[in-house]
């Protein structure tokens, strides 16, 4: 005849006395005290880092006709930036690229409240873009021109040691 594992704790218990129900009692409040902790600790960590929105770290992006890389290099840096405390703020500069590129930065920047998307057409309005959003934001750490050949490649090694 088979018992089943309550019926076989109780039989333990009973054959073995009260100490080890006191043992087994223990270690179930330490368990589900550490258990707890954890819990709180992640709820106080997610608090903090959603009343505290400062985005520490800025990016500035320049793109032409990127519709075919944008949307993974973004999610990518929002991924990583989902589990550090520097959640960048991320501005997109298009030039002359067509609708395509603005639509998937403008979704995406639903889910990231830190992503704009700005669109220039000549070199003229993007110098003034450049120097509006640099006078305009505290810190304006680094400006990737994704536009040259290599420099996506670069970006995504460099986004790692830019965030961490």
Known sequence: ????????????????????????????????????????????????????RIHPVSLLLIVRDAESSIEGLLRDVMLKSMFVEKVPSIRVIDMSSGEETGRIVQRLAALHSGLTY?????????????????????????????????????????IESVLY
């Open 1 to 52: 005849m088979t018992m089943s594992p309550l019926a076989l704790f109780l039989h333990i218990v009973a054959v073995r006395g009260e100490g080890l129900m006191i043992d087994v009692l223990i270690f179930w409040a330490l368990a589900l005290y550490g258990a707890l902790m954890i819990v709180v600790q992640v709820v106080r960590k997610l608090q903090a880092r959603n009343q505290n």
């Open 118 to 158: 700005g669109a220039v057409r000549t070199e003229a309005e993007l110098a003034a873009e450049l120097s509006n959003h640099c006078l305009n934001e505290t810190f304006v750490g680094y400006i990737y021109d994704l536009r040259e050949p290599g420099v996506a490649e670069a970006f995504i090694q460099d």
